[in-house]
């Protein structure tokens, strides 16, 4: 954190700044900072209440330009009163803008600079977006919590993004445009008129008295939440471990906090995903809860209790530093291929597959997927299309797990394969396969031998095809005992598979 006295009393000229941070009142930029500009690349003015920026300095050119701010790349002026973005298109190097929690009506041209990378509008008045947006390099873009009511056709032109955020605006279709995204992989959109309500659950919510819990540890707190480990006293012969996730904000970045503990609570029961074990009553904040705004900054919004996992047995998986066997890598990705299976099959949207979100035994035989801040109830909405946003995900986790697999020759033809389906995931939409396909493509590889079976019913490599007919002519006839009859099935198999690695994963085919 700066000084604003020490700013304007020149302190900062000649000291070779780079990042500058102020949070005390301010109503516009401090003519100081643009004296800065030689070696100013990070400028956050969040939490001043400032409403404005000048267009121009005095002599009529562009204030937030190059000739001020040449080497400026992250521009912050997040909780303030801005009631329109800046002109940002002359700062040559801007890369990163973050204007979220403002009072911003309307995304203009001239606002955003065609090199950015991302941008946070969370939580302003967007009714309108300029109907040529230019940002071919934009990765990331945040409009949840405003009040589009459509999208511009233009949004087809932003070919690298990557996240998408529209929760809680006023979306009453999803654009078609959305499905020529190559790159989009984390999209949400709750909370709009386009999603469909939440069928009943297949059981009522359970719901939890808080005098039932009691807080062993908290893991982690932010402004949006508090999550912690707790005990739950339910049955009188012992207590179950627990995580209990209390909620300090209507809204976040991905969604609305309701929304978040109704999908954990719908969320079907499955191995491979942590779902919702019932809702929190009777938590002291509940009165102040049902009195206060939704938006009331740090009061209790309330509260889910979560299936535990024991962090001695279990760990993040972008926080795991070990090689694995190709066996291993295998199953971790069939526990989250089945349980995105299983949540596409209740048309429940996750968006955000990734390592941060996914928890791996240590003994790396089952993996776990939760949080479900970004997840969207989406029904037959997008034709079956939207599942194949989380495809991409998964294929980008994919890259990671496959990543891990150790040198040994043994899992090269592992490795091969899962590159290949990497490949595929990440491909033109409309071939990317369903969780479906790939929990059963999985599957297969793990039991079956490392061929995999395409879509349409493509057949096996020509050689281990040959292979498998000579192997089933020569394999002894069974019909005596189903010992027996398992023995030579294995033989068959094993034949397969040897031939199957000689021909390479695929024999060459995708």
């Given at each position: ?124 008045r967007i009714k309108e977006i300029h109907p040529q947006l230019e940002c071919k ?105 627990v995580v209990i996730k209390l909620f300090h904000a209507h809204l976040t970045g ?30 002291p904040e509940e009165d102040i809860f049902d009195d206060a705004p939704l938006d ?215």
């Amino acid at each position: 954190m700066h000084d604003l006295d020490v700013l304007n009393n020149r302190g900062y000229r000649g000291k070779g700044l780079t990042e500058l941070k102020l949070s005390c009142r301010l109503d516009t930029i401090p003519e100081e900072v643009l004296r800065l500009g030689d070696t100013l690349e990070h400028l956050d003015l969040s939490n001043t209440g400032m409403i404005d920026v000048p267009i121009q300095d005095e002599e009529g050119d562009f204030l937030l330009s190059e000739k001020w701010l040449p080497h400026l790349i992250t521009f912050r002026i997040a909780n303030a009163r801005l009631s329109r973005i800046p002109v940002l298109r002359n700062l040559p190097a801007l890369k990163h803008i973050d204007f979220s929690s403002n009072w911003i009506e309307k995304i203009t041209r001239a606002g955003i600079p065609a090199q950015a990378l991302t941008i946070n509008l969370f939580k302003n008045r967007i009714k309108e977006i300029h109907p040529q947006l230019e940002c071919k390099n934009l990765r990331a873009l945040n409009l949840t919590g405003n009040r589009l009511e459509d999208l511009p056709d233009s949004i087809a032109n932003l070919t690298n993004l990557v996240t998408l955020r529209l929760s809680s605006n006023r979306l009453t279709t999803l654009p078609s445009s959305l499905f020529n995204l190559s790159e989009l992989s984390y999209l949400s959109f709750s909370d709009n008129p386009v999603c469909i309500t939440p069928p009943a659950t297949r059981a009522p919510i359970r719901r939890i008295p808080w005098s039932a819990l009691t807080i062993v540890r908290t893991l982690y707190s932010d402004f949006d939440s508090t999550v912690a480990h707790a005990k739950w006293s339910h049955n009188p012969h012992f207590d179950e471990d627990v995580v209990i996730k209390l909620f300090h904000a209507h809204l976040t970045g991905t969604g609305t906090a309701a929304n978040e503990m109704t999908l954990y609570n719908r969320a079907p029961p499955h191995e491979g995903l942590i779902v919702g074990l019932g809702k929190i009553t009777g938590h002291p904040e509940e009165d102040i809860f049902d009195d206060a705004p939704l938006d009331a900054p740090g009061l209790y919004q309330g509260g889910i209790v979560i299936g535990y996992l024991d962090t001695d047995s279990y760990v993040r998986l972008v926080d795991f530093n070990e090689e694995m066997s190709g066996d291993c890598a295998m199953k971790i990705l069939m526990c989250i291929a089945g349980g995105l299976a299983a949540l596409h099959k209740d048309g429940i949207l996750h968006g955000a597959v990734t390592a941060d979100n996914v928890l791996v035994s240590k003994e790396m035989e089952h993996a776990v997927l939760g949080d479900f801040g970004a997840a969207t109830m989406y029904g037959n909405k997008g034709g079956g299309q939207v599942e194949k946003f989380d495809v991409r995900a998964y294929g980008k986790l994919l890259e990671r797990v496959r990543a891990m697999i150790g040198d040994n020759p043994e899992w090269a033809g592992t490795k091969k394969w899962l590159g290949e389906l990497g490949t595929v995931c990440q491909g033109p939409l409309n071939g990317r396969f369903s969780f479906e396909d790939l929990r059963d493509e999985i599957e297969h590889m793990l039991g079956f031998g490392r061929m995999m079976r395409l879509p349409g019913d493509i057949a096996p490599p020509p050689a281990a095809a040959a292979a498998a007919a000579a192997a089933s002519a020569s394999a002894p006839e069974v019909s005596a005992t189903p010992g027996e009859q398992i023995s030579a099935s294995r033989l068959l198999a094993e034949a397969m598979e040897r031939v199957t690695r000689e021909a390479g994963p695929l024999g060459g085919r995708v």
